[in-house]
C-alpha cells in the first residue's frame, strides 16, 4: 500500500472525464442530482471520494448509489452511503462538494490532496467500495465513469448491480456487521428477500389472507425487486405489478410512481382500469424508497393514504404490542415528522405519543428517530422507517414474558425489527408492513383512512434565480430571508380558516417549495398559489414559472 496518492493514475483517468466549465455541482439532501447527461466528471470523483471516506474509516465498505430517485427520467444522480447503512456524514457533504468543482485536473489533485491532509486520512488503508444503480438509462455510462474514480484510488469495488436504494443501503450494513455480534443479515439479494418474507410470514401466520394488492412499480428498479419479492412471498401475500416497464423510453416515473400521486393527488392514468373499488394499492418510487398506499370508495373517489397516515397506522400498532408485551414502561415510541406533516396528522399523533418536528431530508428524520426506544420516522412524501435502538433490541431478546400473549406480542416485536430496513427508508419492507398492520387489524383502506381525517393540501414551486436567498428556521417552518416575506405570509395565512403555509428552498431542485393546507379544499389551493406569487413576486422568478392555477 502507498501512503499518497497515484498522481499519475489519477491524472490520466481524469482527463477522460473533465469537469464541464458552466456548472456548479452540489452534494445537496440526496447527493448530487442533475440531468444524467453532465454528471460523467461527477461519477468519477465520487468514486475517488468514497475510497477515500472507506480509508479514513479504517476500510470499512462504503456505499454508492447511482439514482434521481422520483426525478424524471433524464436526470441521474448519485450519493454515499455510510457504513451503518446511513446517509453520509454532513461534513463531507461539503468536502464533495468542493471536490467535485475542482475546475481541471491540476485543481482535482490539489483539492485531494488538501481533504486527505485536512481530514487527516491515513492512504496506507484499503479502501472498500459496493456501488450499484437504478433503471436509467444513462446509468451504466456513468457507473463506468464511478469504476474509473475506484480505479485510480485502487480500491476494492463490488458492483451489486441493478438493486433499489434501500437493497444497497442495506447491503452496506450487511458487509460492515458481518461476523460480529450485530450482524444485519446476508449481503446478498437473497438474503435481503429472505429476511423481508420470513418475518412477514411470521408476522401473518394465523391470519387471514389479504385481497390481492396492486403494485405501481413506477417503471422502475421496483419492478425488479416487487418480482423477486412476489416470488419469496409465495401465496401469503398476492402482489399485482403495474408499470413494470423498465426499458421504455421515458416511462420512469412518467405520469405514474409514488411523486406522482402525492403531488397530484390522483391515481395513475394507467391504474384507471386496473384498480377495483376498495381494493388496495400503492405506489413506489422510482428507485423504491417511498412508499404511497391509496384506494377507490364505492363511488369511485380516490382516496390517498401517504407517509403520514403510514406513521401514525404503524405507530399505533407498535405501541399496542409493547403495552401487551408489558413493556410499556421500558420501550418508549416517538414519531419524528417534517413541516410538510399533515396538521390533522400532527394533532392525531401528538394526542397519542412524543412528535418532534425537524428539517426536510432523511438524515434530519433518521438522527432525530435514533433518541426514542422506538423511533417512527416518514416524511408526507412516503419515505420513512422504524429505528429500534440497540438498548431496546436488547430488552426485547432479554425479556421474559410471562404470559402466552405477552410472548407473543414480544415475538412480533423480534419479527418488526427484522422485516423493517434500520438503514433508510425502504418501499418494499414498508409495504409489507403496512400489510401487517391491515392484516393484524383487519383494516380495509377506507378504514385505515378514519384515523384521522387529512386536511385538504397543496404543493408548489417557484423557479426563482437564486434558492439560496430563502433562508429558514424552526424546522423550515418560517423564513427568516428574504426578510419580510414572512410576515406577509403569515397575514395571508391568517385570512384563511385552518389555514398553515410555508416555505423553504429545495435541497435537491433549483426552486423553492410552497405547501400549504386550510379547511377547505378551495381554500388550500388558493393560498398555495397566493404564498407561491408572493415568493415569484419577491424574487423575481423565471415568468414562465409565475404561479396562475393549480390542477
Ligand atoms: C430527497 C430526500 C427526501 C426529501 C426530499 C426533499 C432522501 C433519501 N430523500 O428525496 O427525504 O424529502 O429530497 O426534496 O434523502 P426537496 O428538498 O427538493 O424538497
Ligand atoms: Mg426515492
Not at 322 to 342: C, F, M, P, R, W
Not at 509 to 517: G, I, K, L, M, S
Request: glycine letters at 8%.
Amino acid at each position: 500500500m502507498t501512503s499518497s496518492l497515484s498522481t499519475d493514475l489519477i491524472r490520466l483517468l481524469s482527463d477522460q472525464h473533465p469537469k464541464p466549465s458552466n456548472i456548479h455541482f452540489q452534494y445537496g439532501t440526496a447527493g448530487f442530482r442533475t440531468l444524467g447527461s453532465t454528471l460523467d466528471s461527477v461519477l468519477f470523483r465520487v468514486g475517488i471520494i468514497a475510497a477515500l471516506r472507506s480509508k479514513k474509516l479504517d476500510g470499512r465498505t462504503i456505499g454508492v448509489m447511482v439514482t434521481a430517485s422520483h426525478n424524471p427520467e433524464e436526470d441521474n444522480g448519485v450519493k454515499l452511503v455510510d457504513p451503518r447503512g446511513e446517509m453520509l456524514e454532513a461534513a463531507w457533504e461539503g468536502h464533495s462538494t468542493t471536490i467535485s468543482n475542482a475546475p481541471t485536473t491540476d485543481a482535482l489533485i490539489e483539492a485531494l490532496e488538501s481533504l486527505v491532509q485536512t481530514a487527516k486520512i491515513d492512504l496506507s488503508k484499503p479502501a472498500n467500495v459496493v456501488y450499484a444503480r437504478d433503471t436509467r438509462p444513462s446509468g451504466p455510462a456513468l457507473v463506468s465513469a464511478l469504476a474509473d474514480g475506484f480505479k485510480a484510488m485502487n480500491a476494492t469495488a463490488r458492483n451489486a448491480g441493478v438493486v433499489t436504494t434501500p437493497i444497497l443501503h442495506y447491503f452496506v450494513k450487511c458487509v460492515n456487521t458481518k461476523g460480529t455480534k450485530y450482524s444485519y443479515g446476508d449481503d446478498s439479494e437473497e438474503g435481503y428477500y429472505q429476511k423481508l418474507t420470513t418475518s412477514y410470514k411470521k408476522l401473518v401466520a394465523g391470519k387471514a389472507a389479504q385481497p390481492a394488492l396492486v403494485v405501481d412499480c413506477a417503471n422502475g428498479v421496483g419492478a425488479l425487486a416487487g418480482k423477486q419479492l412476489s416470488e419469496h412471498l409465495g401465496d401469503t401475500l398476492q402482489l399485482v405489478l403495474e408499470n413494470t416497464s423498465i426499458t421504455k423510453p421515458g416511462a420512469l416515473n412518467n405520469a405514474c410512481g409514488a411523486d406522482y400521486v402525492k403531488v397530484s393527488q390522483k391515481l395513475p392514468p394507467s391504474l384507471v382500469n386496473v384498480l377495483k373499488p376498495g381494493q388496495r394499492a400503492c405506489s413506489l418510487d422510482g428507485d423504491a424508497d417511498r412508499l404511497i398506499y391509496f384506494y377507490l370508495d364505492d363511488r369511485g373517489a380516490f382516496h390517498m393514504l401517504d407517509g403520514d397516515k403510514i406513521a401514525a397506522l404503524v405507530a399505533a400498532f407498535i405501541i399496542e404490542l409493547v403495552k401487551v408485551a408489558g413493556l410499556d414502561d421500558q420501550i418508549k415510541v416517538g414519531v419524528v415528522q417534517t413541516a410538510y406533516a399533515n396538521g390533522a396528522s400532527t394533532k392525531y399523533l401528538q394526542e397519542r405519543l412524543p412528535v418532534k418536528c425537524v428539517p426536510t431530508g432523511v438524515k434530519h428524520l433518521h438522527h432525530a428517530a435514533e433518541r426514542y426506544n422506538v423511533g417512527v420516522y416518514f416524511e408526507a412524501n412516503g419515505h420513512g422507517t422504524v429505528l429500534f435502538s440497540q438498548p431496546t433490541l436488547d430488552t426485547l431478546a432479554e425479556y421474559q414474558p410471562s404470559t402466552p400473549a405477552q410472548s407473543r406480542a414480544v415475538e412480533h416485536l423480534v419479527s418488526l425489527t427484522e422485516l423493517i430496513n434500520q438503514t433508510v427508508g425502504d418501499a418494499l419492507s414498508d409495504m409489507l408492513l403496512v400489510e401487517v398492520v391491515l392484516s393484524h387489524k383487519s383494516y380495509s383502506g377506507e378504514e385505515w383512512n378514519s384515523l384521522y381525517v387529512d386536511l385538504p393540501n397543496r404543493l408548489a414551486k417557484v423557479s426563482v434565480p437564486d434558492r439560496n436567498a430563502f433562508k429558514t428556521e424552526d424546522a423550515e417552518r418560517r423564513l427568516v430571508s428574504p426578510p419580510g416575506l414572512q410576515a406577509r405570509i403569515d397575514e395571508l395565512v391568517n385570512r384563511y380558516q385552518g389555514g398553515r403555509s410555508f416555505v423553504r428552498p429545495s435541497g435537491t431542485e433549483d426552486v423553492v417549495r410552497v405547501y400549504a393546507e386550510a379547511a377547505l379544499r378551495t381554500q388550500a389551493d388558493e393560498l398555495a398559489m397566493r404564498v407561491a406569487g408572493l415568493v415569484y413576486d419577491e424574487a423575481g422568478g423565471d415568468p414562465s414559472s409565475r404561479p396562475k392555477e393549480f390542477l
